[in-house]
C-alpha cells in the first residue's frame, strides 16, 4: 500500500510540477511530460519499479484517447476519410517500412532483421500526435486529418504485423522466446497471452470469431448502449455513470484483447458508432480525465525508460540513427503529402508531426524479441532510438510553430480553412421551457445542441432528430464536450435556480464571448442572474402571466387594443420597479428583512395608490393614455385666441 | 343591393368622439359588415389571406380613420400593406380588386378653411388623401370622393354620425349617385348625392 501511494504521489508530483512549467514554456504538455519522466527515472531506478509494466498499464490511455477520437468522428465521416485512410496511411507504412529495411539491410543487418526494423519504424506515436493536435487546436485542419487518417491506420496495420512478425524467426534465436503467434498486441504487449478465444482455432474459425467480435462491437454500440446507459442514468449518481462509461471501454478493449484484435481500433470503432448518440457529451467528459492522466503517465515513463548508459556509451551513432530515421520518414510523409494534396503549411505539419516512432514500435519490439526475430543486443537500441524519437517530436512541433508557420503567414491569402462549424447554440434544460425556444431556433434554421438529464425525454427528442445530449449541463466539462469554446448563445433553462446562477457566474468568466440568455424564476432570480453577470433575463411565467391578465381585461369588455396598451404599460411599470429594486436587493438577506428593500418597495407601492386615488384608475393607466390624444377644446380656444390675436 | 365592407380604425377610442358616434350608428345597419380593426388586430399580426378574402367577397370598401399628421393611423397603412398585395390588388395577376369602391370616410380636426393654399394646412384635403386615391386607381377600384367631418373637435358629432349612417344604407342598396359621388371633392352629412327614392 504505501509503495502504491509513493508512486502514485511521486509520478503525480512530477506531471503537476513539470507540466505547467512546461505549458508556460509554450513546450506543449507532452514534452513536460517527457522530461518529467526523465527527472523520475533516477528515484524509480532507485526504488527497483518496473517502469515498463507501468507503462503498459499506462498505454490504456491510448485505447481510450481513440474511444474519444472515435466519439467526434460521425460514421459518414469516416466514410468520406476512406481513401486517404487507405491510400495515404498505406503507402506511409508500405513505402517507409519498405525503405527504413533497405537501409537496415544496407547496414548489414540480414534481411529478417531489417523488414522487421522496417515495421517497427513505419509506425508513429498517436498518443502524442493526436495529444498535441488536439492541445493546439489543430485536430480538424487539413494536416491534422491527413495526420490522424495515417495514425488510425497504423493502429490497424499493427495487427497484421504481430502476425507476421513470428514468421521471421531466425533459426540461431529459435527456443530462446516462447511467446505465441497469436499473441495479442497493444495495451497488454507481452503479458496479455493469458486468455484468448482464439487459440488453437483454424484460420477460418478465427476469422469468424474475429469478425463475430467486431459485429457484436457495433451492434452493442447501436442497440445495447442506449436501453443500459439510460437505465443507469435513472439512477442519477455521476459515479456510477462514469464507472458505466469505463467498464464499456475496458469491455470492448477486453474483447478486441481476447480475439487477437487492437483494443484501441475496437474502442475507435465504438466511439464512432456512438458518435450519434445522446450520451456522447457525457462519455466524452467523463472518460476525458482518465485518458489524459493515464495518457501522462505513459509519455512520463517513456522518459523515465531512457537508457541513459546505453546512450553515454553509444551517443553519436544512437542519436545520427534517430535523427536519420526521422528524416527518413519524414521524407517519405513530404512526398505522400504533395502527391495526396496536403498544401503549404498543413503539408509540413503533417511531414515533421508523423516523423517520430511510436508507442506501438515498443510493442512490436518486444514481441520482436520474444519471438526470436530481433538479437538481444538490437532490441534495446531500437527502444531508444523510439524514445528519442518520440522526445524529439515535441521539439519538432515547436519548430513548425515558429519556423514554418510564419512563412506561410505572409503568402497570399488562401481560401478559409474547410472547419466543420458546430452547433452555436447550447440549450441547457430542455424541459416545458427550453424546449420551446429549441423549437423556436430550430424552425429558424439555426443549429442547436440540447443538454439535459431526463434520458426518457432526450430518446423522444432524438427520435424527431433533435441533437440533444445527456448529462447535467452545469458541469464545466459537460459545457466544454458540448462546444462551449464554439458557441455564440447559452440558453440556460434548467429547473434549478441556484445551479443556473451558478452557471451564468461560470460561463461569464471563462467564457465571456458567449451571449447568456436566462431563464428566472421569479423577480429575486432576476437580481441574482444580473449579480452573476446575465444580461439578458427572462422571467418565465412573467409574460405568460401578462397575458393572462390582458385576456381577463378582455374578457371583461376592454376594447383589445386598449387591453394590449395597458399590459404593454403594466410591463413597463413592472420593470420599473424592478430595476429600482435591483439595486437594493441582497442575496444575503430576505427582502422582508432587508431595510432599504423594504422602504423603497413600500414608497413605490405608495407612488400607485396615490396615482391610483388621483385618477381612479391604475397606477399605469397614464402610461397608457399617452398617444392618439387631440387637444383638449380649451386647448383648441387657447390656439385659436393667439392666431386671431 | 351591394356587398359592403366597413373598416373602422381609430387606435384611441377612449379619446374619440365623432369616430365612435360614427361606429356605433353603423352597428345599427343591417346587411353590412363592420370591423374594428385595433379591435381584430391589437398587436399588429394581420392574417392576409383573411383580409384579401375579405375584400374579394365585397363590392363596397368603407375605411373610416381620424386623420392624424394628414394620414391614416398606423395600423390601417400596415392593413393596406399587407393585404393589397402584389399579384393580388396589382401588378401581373392582380386584378382581384377591379371593378369594387373604394370610399373613406375621414375626421380632421382642423376647420374646412383651414384645408386651402391659404389655410394653416397649406393643402387641400384631397392632396393628402392622394395616396389612397392612387392605391385604389392601381387597384383598378372606383375611388368615390371622401365623407368629411371638419372641426371634429369641436362640432357636434350626432349629424355627421346620423348621415354615415345614411350613407352605407345608401351605398348597401345602390341609392348613391355615383357619378356626382366620383366628381365631388368630398361629401358631408349635408350634400349626398343620393338618387331618386324613399330614404330608409
Given at each position: 500500500?504505501?509503495?502504491?501511494?509513493?508512486?502514485?504521489?511521486?509520478?503525480?508530483?512530477?506531471?503537476?510540477?513539470?507540466?505547467?512549467?512546461?505549458?508556460?514554456?509554450?513546450?506543449?504538455?507532452?514534452?513536460?511530460?517527457?522530461?518529467?519522466?526523465?527527472?523520475?527515472?533516477?528515484?524509480?531506478?532507485?526504488?527497483?519499479?518496473?517502469?515498463?509494466?507501468?507503462?503498459?498499464?499506462?498505454?490504456?490511455?491510448?485505447?481510450?484517447m481513440l474511444f474519444l477520437v472515435g466519439l467526434e468522428l460521425e460514421p459518414r465521416l469516416l466514410w468520406d476519410m476512406r481513401a486517404r485512410l487507405l491510400g495515404l496511411g498505406g503507402l506511409q507504412v508500405g513505402v517507409t517500412a519498405a525503405l527504413v529495411a533497405a537501409a537496415a539491410y544496407a547496414f548489414g543487418q540480414v534481411w529478417q532483421v531489417s523488414v522487421a526494423i522496417g515495421l517497427i519504424f513505419a509506425l508513429s506515436s498517436t498518443a502524442i500526435v493526436l495529444q498535441t493536435l488536439n492541445e493546439k487546436g489543430l485536430m480538424k485542419s487539413d494536416g491534422g486529418q491527413a495526420s490522424f487518417s495515417v495514425l488510425l491506420f497504423q493502429d490497424i496495420a499493427v495487427i497484421p504485423m504481430l502476425a507476421f512478425l513470428p514468421l521471421l524467426a531466425l533459426p540461431g534465436l529459435a527456443g530462446s522466446g516462447a511467446a505465441h503467434g497469436g499473441d495479442s498486441h497493444g495495451a497488454e504487449g507481452d503479458h496479455g497471452a493469458t486468455l484468448s478465444l482464439v487459440d488453437g482455432l483454424a484460420g477460418w474459425q478465427t476469422a469468424l470469431v474475429t469478425l463475430a467480435a467486431?459485429?457484436?462491437?457495433?451492434?452493442?454500440?447501436?442497440?445495447?448502449?442506449?436501453?443500459?446507459?439510460?437505465?443507469?442514468?435513472?439512477?442519477?449518481?455521476?459515479?456510477?455513470?462514469?464507472?458505466?462509461?469505463?467498464?464499456?471501454?475496458?469491455?470492448?478493449?477486453?474483447?478486441?484483447?481476447?480475439?487477437?484484435?487492437?483494443?484501441?481500433?475496437?474502442?475507435?470503432?465504438?466511439?464512432?458508432?456512438?458518435?450519434?448518440?445522446?450520451?456522447?457529451?457525457?462519455?466524452?467528459?467523463?472518460?476525458?480525465?482518465?485518458?489524459?492522466?493515464?495518457?501522462?503517465?505513459?509519455?512520463?515513463?517513456?522518459?523515465?525508460?531512457?537508457?541513459?548508459?546505453?546512450?553515454?556509451?553509444?551517443?553519436?551513432?544512437?542519436?545520427?540513427?534517430?535523427?536519420?530515421?526521422?528524416?527518413?520518414?519524414?521524407?517519405?510523409?513530404?512526398?505522400?503529402a504533395r502527391i495526396f494534396k496536403v498544401r503549404d503549411e498543413q503539408g509540413w505539419l503533417f511531414g515533421m508531426g508523423l516523423a517520430q516512432a511510436g508507442e506501438f514500435g515498443f510493442v512490436l519490439i518486444s514481441f520482436a524479441a520474444a519471438s526470436s526475430v530481433l538479437p538481444p543486443d538490437i532490441a534495446p537500441r531500437l527502444t531508444l532510438i523510439?524514445?528519442?524519437?518520440?522526445?524529439?517530436?515535441?521539439?519538432?512541433?515547436?519548430?513548425?510553430?515558429?519556423?514554418?508557420?510564419?512563412?506561410?503567414?505572409?503568402?497570399?491569402?488562401?481560401?478559409?480553412?474547410?472547419i466543420t462549424a458546430p452547433s452555436h447554440i447550447i440549450i441547457a434544460g430542455h424541459g416545458r421551457f427550453g424546449s420551446v425556444v429549441n423549437r423556436m431556433l430550430l424552425s429558424a434554421g439555426h443549429e442547436t445542441t440540447v443538454l439535459d438529464h431526463n434520458a426518457e425525454m432526450l430518446e423522444r427528442l432524438r427520435a424527431f432528430g433533435v441533437r440533444a445530449f445527456y448529462g447535467d449541463a452545469t458541469r464545466?466539462?459537460?459545457?466544454?464536450?458540448?462546444?462551449?469554446?464554439?458557441?455564440?448563445?447559452?440558453?440556460?433553462?434548467?429547473?434549478?435556480?441556484h445551479r443556473a446562477t451558478e452557471m451564468v457566474r461560470y460561463v461569464t468568466e471563462h467564457h465571456p464571448h458567449v451571449h447568456i440568455t436566462a431563464r428566472a424564476m421569479d423577480r429575486n432570480h432576476v437580481y441574482e442572474l444580473w449579480g452573476a453577470g446575465c444580461r439578458d433575463i427572462i422571467r418565465?411565467?412573467?409574460?405568460?402571466?401578462?397575458?393572462?391578465?390582458?385576456?381577463?381585461?378582455?374578457?371583461?369588455?376592454?376594447?383589445?387594443?386598449?387591453?394590449?396598451?395597458?399590459?404593454?404599460?403594466?410591463?413597463?411599470?413592472?420593470?420599473?420597479?424592478?430595476?429600482?429594486?435591483?439595486?437594493?436587493?441582497?442575496?444575503?438577506?430576505?427582502?422582508?428583512?432587508?431595510?432599504?428593500?423594504?422602504?423603497?418597495?413600500?414608497e413605490l407601492l405608495e407612488e400607485q395608490a396615490q396615482q391610483i386615488r388621483a385618477r381612479g384608475r391604475g397606477a399605469f393607466h397614464e402610461r397608457s393614455e399617452r398617444g392618439w390624444t387631440p387637444p383638449s377644446p380649451a386647448d383648441v380656444k387657447a390656439a385659436a385666441d393667439s392666431q386671431g390675436s | 343591393?351591394?356587398?359592403?365592407?366597413?373598416?373602422?380604425?381609430?387606435?384611441?377610442?377612449?379619446?374619440?368622439?365623432?369616430?365612435?358616434?360614427?361606429?356605433?350608428?353603423?352597428?345599427?345597419?343591417?346587411?353590412?359588415?363592420?370591423?374594428?380593426?385595433?379591435?381584430?388586430?391589437?398587436?399588429?399580426?394581420?392574417?392576409?389571406?383573411?383580409?384579401?378574402?375579405?375584400?374579394?367577397?365585397?363590392?363596397?370598401?368603407?375605411?373610416?380613420?381620424?386623420?392624424?399628421?394628414?394620414?391614416?393611423?398606423?395600423?390601417?397603412?400596415?392593413?393596406?400593406?399587407?393585404?393589397?398585395?402584389?399579384?393580388?390588388?396589382?401588378?401581373?395577376?392582380?386584378?382581384?380588386?377591379?371593378?369594387?369602391?373604394?370610399?373613406?370616410?375621414?375626421?380632421?380636426?382642423?376647420?374646412?378653411?383651414?384645408?386651402?393654399?391659404?389655410?394653416?394646412?397649406?393643402?387641400?384635403?384631397?392632396?393628402?388623401?392622394?395616396?389612397?386615391?392612387?392605391?385604389?386607381?392601381?387597384?383598378?377600384?372606383?375611388?368615390?370622393?371622401?365623407?368629411?367631418?371638419?372641426?371634429?373637435?369641436?362640432?357636434?358629432?350626432?349629424?355627421?354620425?346620423?348621415?354615415f349612417a345614411d350613407l352605407l344604407r345608401a351605398l348597401r342598396d345602390d341609392r348613391l349617385d355615383l357619378s356626382r359621388a366620383q366628381q365631388a371633392q368630398f361629401l358631408t352629412h349635408d350634400t349626398l348625392p343620393l338618387t331618386e327614392g324613399a330614404p330608409t
Amino acid at each position: 500500500m504505501t509503495d502504491f501511494l509513493l508512486l502514485a504521489f511521486l509520478f503525480l508530483i512530477a506531471g503537476v510540477i513539470a507540466v505547467p512549467i512546461a505549458s508556460r514554456l509554450g513546450l506543449g504538455s507532452v514534452l513536460g511530460y517527457l522530461i518529467a519522466g526523465i527527472l523520475l527515472s533516477p528515484v524509480l531506478a532507485l526504488l527497483h519499479v518496473d517502469v515498463i509494466s507501468i507503462q503498459h498499464f499506462a498505454e490504456f490511455g491510448v485505447v481510450m484517447m481513440l474511444f474519444l477520437v472515435g466519439l467526434e468522428l460521425e460514421p459518414r465521416l469516416l466514410w468520406d476519410m476512406r481513401a486517404r485512410l487507405l491510400g495515404l496511411g498505406g503507402l506511409q507504412v508500405g513505402v517507409t517500412a519498405a525503405l527504413v529495411a533497405a537501409a537496415a539491410y544496407a547496414f548489414g543487418q540480414v534481411w529478417q532483421v531489417s523488414v522487421a526494423i522496417g515495421l517497427i519504424f513505419a509506425l508513429s506515436s498517436t498518443a502524442i500526435v493526436l495529444q498535441t493536435l488536439n492541445e493546439k487546436g489543430l485536430m480538424k485542419s487539413d494536416g491534422g486529418q491527413a495526420s490522424f487518417s495515417v495514425l488510425l491506420f497504423q493502429d490497424i496495420a499493427v495487427i497484421p504485423m504481430l502476425a507476421f512478425l513470428p514468421l521471421l524467426a531466425l533459426p540461431g534465436l529459435a527456443g530462446s522466446g516462447a511467446a505465441h503467434g497469436g499473441d495479442s498486441h497493444g495495451a497488454e504487449g507481452d503479458h496479455g497471452a493469458t486468455l484468448s478465444l482464439v487459440d488453437g482455432l483454424a484460420g477460418w474459425q478465427t476469422a469468424l470469431v474475429t469478425l463475430a467480435a467486431i459485429a457484436l462491437v457495433i451492434a452493442a454500440g447501436m442497440y445495447l448502449t442506449r436501453p443500459a446507459f439510460r437505465f443507469i442514468a435513472q439512477a442519477h449518481l455521476r459515479e456510477i455513470f462514469i464507472a458505466a462509461a469505463l467498464t464499456f471501454v475496458i469491455g470492448i478493449a477486453l474483447l478486441m484483447t481476447l480475439v487477437g484484435l487492437s483494443p484501441a481500433l475496437g474502442t475507435f470503432l465504438a466511439g464512432v458508432v456512438l458518435a450519434n448518440s445522446e450520451y456522447r457529451h457525457e462519455l466524452e467528459s467523463d472518460i476525458d480525465p482518465f485518458r489524459g492522466l493515464l495518457l501522462g503517465l505513459f509519455f512520463m515513463t517513456v522518459g523515465a525508460g531512457i537508457d541513459f548508459g546505453l546512450l553515454g556509451r553509444e551517443t553519436m551513432l544512437i542519436l545520427g540513427l534517430t535523427v536519420g530515421v526521422m528524416a527518413l520518414k519524414a521524407g517519405v510523409l513530404f512526398a505522400l503529402a504533395r502527391i495526396f494534396k496536403v498544401r503549404d503549411e498543413q503539408g509540413w505539419l503533417f511531414g515533421m508531426g508523423l516523423a517520430q516512432a511510436g508507442e506501438f514500435g515498443f510493442v512490436l519490439i518486444s514481441f520482436a524479441a520474444a519471438s526470436s526475430v530481433l538479437p538481444p543486443d538490437i532490441a534495446p537500441r531500437l527502444t531508444l532510438i523510439v524514445t528519442l524519437s518520440m522526445m524529439l517530436t515535441p521539439l519538432l512541433f515547436i519548430a513548425y510553430e515558429k519556423l514554418v508557420l510564419p512563412r506561410f503567414e505572409d503568402a497570399e491569402p488562401r481560401e478559409a480553412d474547410e472547419i466543420t462549424a458546430p452547433s452555436h447554440i447550447i440549450i441547457a434544460g430542455h424541459g416545458r421551457f427550453g424546449s420551446v425556444v429549441n423549437r423556436m431556433l430550430l424552425s429558424a434554421g439555426h443549429e442547436t445542441t440540447v443538454l439535459d438529464h431526463n434520458a426518457e425525454m432526450l430518446e423522444r427528442l432524438r427520435a424527431f432528430g433533435v441533437r440533444a445530449f445527456y448529462g447535467d449541463a452545469t458541469r464545466p466539462d459537460l459545457l466544454h464536450a458540448a462546444g462551449i469554446e464554439q458557441a455564440k448563445v447559452l440558453v440556460i433553462a434548467i429547473d434549478d435556480r441556484h445551479r443556473a446562477t451558478e452557471m451564468v457566474r461560470y460561463v461569464t468568466e471563462h467564457h465571456p464571448h458567449v451571449h447568456i440568455t436566462a431563464r428566472a424564476m421569479d423577480r429575486n432570480h432576476v437580481y441574482e442572474l444580473w449579480g452573476a453577470g446575465c444580461r439578458d433575463i427572462i422571467r418565465d411565467t412573467f409574460d405568460s402571466a401578462v397575458r393572462t391578465g390582458r385576456s381577463v381585461y378582455e374578457a371583461l369588455g376592454t376594447h383589445a387594443f386598449e387591453a394590449e396598451r395597458a399590459a404593454r404599460a403594466f410591463v413597463d411599470e413592472n420593470q420599473r420597479t424592478l430595476r429600482e429594486l435591483a439595486g437594493l436587493y441582497d442575496p444575503d438577506i430576505p427582502n422582508h428583512k432587508n431595510d432599504a428593500y423594504r422602504e423603497r418597495a413600500k414608497e413605490l407601492l405608495e407612488e400607485q395608490a396615490q396615482q391610483i386615488r388621483a385618477r381612479g384608475r391604475g397606477a399605469f393607466h397614464e402610461r397608457s393614455e399617452r398617444g392618439w390624444t387631440p387637444p383638449s377644446p380649451a386647448d383648441v380656444k387657447a390656439a385659436a385666441d393667439s392666431q386671431g390675436s | 343591393m351591394a356587398r359592403l365592407l366597413h373598416i373602422f380604425a381609430h387606435p384611441g377610442r377612449a379619446t374619440s368622439r365623432v369616430n365612435l358616434s360614427m361606429w356605433r350608428a353603423a352597428q345599427g345597419i343591417d346587411g353590412i359588415d363592420s370591423l374594428d380593426l385595433y379591435s381584430t388586430y391589437p398587436r399588429y399580426a394581420i392574417d392576409i389571406e383573411k383580409e384579401q378574402q375579405r375584400l374579394v367577397d365585397h363590392d363596397v370598401l368603407v375605411l373610416q380613420f381620424p386623420l392624424f399628421w394628414y394620414s391614416a393611423p398606423a395600423l390601417v397603412k400596415e392593413w393596406i400593406d399587407l393585404t393589397f398585395e402584389h399579384g393580388f390588388a396589382y401588378g401581373q395577376g392582380g386584378d382581384r380588386l377591379r371593378g369594387k369602391q373604394m370610399m373613406l370616410a375621414v375626421t380632421a380636426g382642423g376647420p374646412q378653411d383651414a384645408y386651402s393654399h391659404q389655410g394653416y394646412q397649406h393643402f387641400e384635403l384631397r392632396t393628402f388623401l392622394t395616396p389612397f386615391e392612387q392605391t385604389a386607381r392601381l387597384s383598378q377600384m372606383t375611388f368615390l370622393a371622401p365623407y368629411v367631418q371638419f372641426g371634429a373637435l369641436k362640432e357636434d358629432p350626432a349629424p355627421h354620425a346620423r348621415g354615415f349612417a345614411d350613407l352605407l344604407r345608401a351605398l348597401r342598396d345602390d341609392r348613391l349617385d355615383l357619378s356626382r359621388a366620383q366628381q365631388a371633392q368630398f361629401l358631408t352629412h349635408d350634400t349626398l348625392p343620393l338618387t331618386e327614392g324613399a330614404p330608409t
